[in-house]
């Protein structure tokens, strides 16, 4: 029993850091490969979308590694992360995927549609 403790334990430790990891590795300003004029700008526990230097939207943001995500059951294993976004004016949650995520490339796909975005830090 102590081991399946044990184990149980260090899985979440892992999980636990990587998100962590995420959550400060995703602060800063993204530019989308396919729309250099649709920026992403992470601050706190803040995301501003912007549109050709336009505010567009505000949101609330957490990642997490948990199903379900914005009502859909998804996998949930110590390589899987999600990037849930809350708009502020509404309470609308918008919920991704987080495909990959370093201090050049953030890469996720949004769950009610399949297709990956892929946005460099600018």
């Known amino acids: 029993m102590k081991t ?11 999980l636990s850091i990587t998100t ?4 400060e590795l995703i602060i800063g300003t993204w530019v989308s490969e396919s729309d250099p004029s649709n920026k992403w700008v992470f601050i706190g526990s803040e ?5 050709q230097g336009k505010l567009l ?3 609330s943001f957490k990642i997490n590694n948990s ?6 059951d998804v996998p949930v294993n110590s390589n899987t992360s999600y990037l849930e976004l809350t708009k502020r004016d509404n309470g609308s949650k918008f919920c991704y995927e987080i495909a990959s995520l370093n201090d050049k490339y953030l890469t996720i796909r949004y769950l009610n549609a399949g297709r990956f975005m892929v946005f460099k830090r600018g």
């Not at 995301?47 to 549109?51: A, G, N, Q, T, V």
């Open 4 to 14: 399946t403790f044990i184990s149980l334990s260090g899985f979440l430790l892992i």
């Open 20 to 23: 962590i990891q995420e959550d």
């Open 47 to 51: 995301c501003l979308r912007y549109s």
């Open 57 to 59: 939207n505000k949101y």
């Open 67 to 72: 199903s379900p995500q914005c009502e859909y």
